[in-house]
Nanobody, 116 residues
């Protein structure tokens, strides 16, 4: 069974930090790019960051550059999203996605609430 188990959401004050984890099982994790998306209330889901499978190259949305860091540990089948200097506009449900060509595996969402 394919699973992407996300954890690490919570309530934090502006300027604080959180670390998301996305633990995968049931597929060949090393082959998959892993991304983080988020959806704020009343808004469409947007891409936040992703990390490729082979060379580990990364992408960040402009809104999180310099504040968020994505990394992966293939030995643990886990991707991390370190979120620093959080802002109220980062409040959203965060989802992780495993992607290989046309195959997408979504994890369940975790809520991040940043208070001002």
């Amino acid at each position: 069974e394919v699973q992407l188990q996300a954890s690490g959401g919570g309530l934090v004050q502006a300027g604080g930090s959180l670390r998301h984890s996305c633990a995968a099982s049931g597929f060949t994790f090393d082959n998959y790019a892993i991304g983080w998306f988020r959806q704020a209330p009343g808004k469409e889901r947007e891409g936040v960051s992703c990390i490729k499978s082979r060379d580990g190259s990364t992408y960040y949305a402009d809104s999180v550059k310099g504040r968020f860091t994505i990394s992966r540990d293939n030995a643990k089948n886990t991707v991390y999203l370190q979120m620093n200097d959080l802002k109220p506009e980062d409040t959203a449900v965060y989802y992780c996605l495993g992607k290989l060509f046309d195959t997408d595996y979504w994890g369940q969402g975790t809520l991040v609430t940043v208070s001002s």
